[in-house]
């Protein structure tokens, strides 16, 4: 089976650096995905993971480590903009398994 | 290139009726994915596509779902006899099955059955 777990909500301010953690226990692993998604619209990629360490892209840069079945999405410079829920996947063959999604808040 | 497309983009319907959705994926991509999604909860996987050939389905998914994709391009998604409890969003994503295999989503078709 699948199970992804991260933090329903978190706050955080303008400007700061925010980190978004996700765990997962998976009968497979083929990728591990971030999406951000906004109220009432679709989720949109922003970063793929495969092997263990960081990628960097921007503002955003996602971290995975395969032996702990962890990752995170780590958020620079935040701006109001970057309020929404951030979304999880893990997938296993062709099949992709989403997290609840944590809600962020950036506040002035 | 356009996006993954899905129509209608909202559907009202009553209990016990059938309805429809369409997906158009992004043009060269193979894979096409149906999933599900209710507020607060992140998308459920209902059924993927390789091409025109289904490879798999949720188990979670009732007989009253049926999903196909004739051509290999577009996807319908059928809900027979709906129930409350399928309101919901519906995704569509496509993908390319390459290394990464990133999934591109539709805008959805918000589902209301009263």
């Known amino acids: 089976g699948q199970n992804i777990d991260q933090p329903t909500e978190m706050t955080a301010t303008e400007g700061a650096i925010v980190q978004i953690n996700c765990t997962y226990q998976t009968s497979g692993f083929n990728g591990l995905f971030w999406y951000q998604q906004h109220a009432g619209e679709a989720p949109t990629f922003l970063s793929y993971?495969?092997?263990?360490g960081l990628e960097e892209k921007g503002r955003f840069s996602s971290f995975l480590s395969r032996s702990k079945g962890y990752s995170y999405l780590l958020l620079k410079e935040l701006q109001m903009k970057d309020s929404a829920s951030y979304l999880c996947a893990v997938r296993n063959a062709g099949k992709s398994t989403f997290g609840d999604g944590t809600t962020l808040t950036v506040k002035p | 290139d356009t996006g993954v497309s899905q129509d209608p983009r909202h559907k009202i319907t009553k209990r016990g009726q059938n309805v429809t959705f369409r997906c158009d994926p992004i043009?060269?991509?193979?894979?096409l994915y149906w999933y599900r999604q209710t507020l607060g909860q992140g998308p459920e996987f209902l059924t993927y596509f390789q091409n025109e050939a289904q490879l798999e389905k949720s188990r979670l998914l009732s007989d009253r779902f049926s999903a196909e994709r004739p051509k290999g391009s577009f996807s319908t998604l059928e809900i027979q006899r709906t129930e409350q409890g399928d309101s919901a969003m519906y995704l569509c994503?496509?993908?390319?099955?390459?290394?990464?295999?990133?999934?591109?989503f539709g805008p959805g078709t918000r589902l209301t059955v009263l």
């Open positions: 993971n495969v092997l263990d």
């Open positions: 043009s060269e991509h193979n894979r």
């Open positions: 994503a496509s993908s390319s099955a390459t290394s990464t295999d990133t999934q591109y």
